[in-house]
C-alpha cells in the first residue's frame, strides 16, 4: 500500500546488515578493541556532522569531551600502528636469523 516506506524500509534494513557484516569482520581480524575504535569514531563523526551540517550548538563541557574522545582514538590508533610495526620487525628479524 505503501511503496515509498517499504522502499525506505529496505534501505534500512540492507544498511543495517552491510553494517553488521562490517563489525564482524572487523570484530575477527582486528580484535574488539579496533571495533570500539571504529564505532566511537562513527559516533564522533556524527557529532561533527551534525554541528557543523545542522548548526547544532555544544557548550563548553560537550567540547571538551568531544576533543578528549577525538585524542584517545587518536592515541590508540598510534599505539596500534607502532605496535604493529613493532611486530611486523621482529617477524623480519627472525624469519632473516632463520635463513642464515
Known sequence: RCP???????LLYTGAI?????????LERDGPLSVSIYTGSRK???IFLSI???EKHINNLQKISLLLGVMV???ELLDKGSSK????????HS????TH
Do not use: T
Open 4 to 10: 515509498e516506506l517499504m522502499k525506505d524500509l529496505g
Open 18 to 26: 552491510v553494517g553488521q557484516v562490517i563489525v564482524f569482520q572487523i
Open 44 to 46: 564522533i563523526m556524527s
Open 52 to 54: 557543523f551540517f545542522f
Open 73 to 75: 582514538m587518536v592515541v
Open 85 to 92: 610495526s613493532s611486530e611486523h620487525k621482529h617477524k623480519q
Open 95 to 98: 624469519k632473516h636469523e632463520k
